[in-house]
């Protein structure tokens, strides 16, 4: 697959792949245990719409940014940039 757009110059006509989609379902056991620790993965919502999220969840903690932390140390350009190298393309 490669694209054509009006924007000439490097990228247009580039090989590439479709990025992949999994759809998850959402599960939670109702009710969660006091205490319990949740791993939760986004990819792309500001800190402000899950800080958000996080606070509609309880009213025993106060969340603030310093609870967000990086699951992976790998740019979203370098992950994203294998999609689009020739190499990528099966």
């Not at 000439?8 to 580039?14: A, E, K, M």
């Not at 992949?20 to 993965?41: A, D, K, N, T, V």
Request: a negative charge; hydrophobic letters at 35%; proline letters at 11%.
């Amino acid at each position: 697959m490669s694209t054509n757009d009006a924007c000439p110059g490097v990228g247009n006509d580039t090989p590439h792949m479709p990025l992949p989609y999994i759809q998850f379902r959402i599960i939670f056991p109702r009710p969660l245990p006091q205490g319990l620790m949740i791993h939760l993965s986004t990819s792309s919502f500001p800190i402000s719409s899950r800080l958000e999220c996080w606070a509609s969840l309880t009213v025993h903690k106060s969340y603030t940014s310093s609870d967000d932390t990086s699951y992976g140390h790998l740019p979203v350009d370098i992950v994203l940039g294998l999609y689009a190298s020739p190499s990528g393309i099966k």
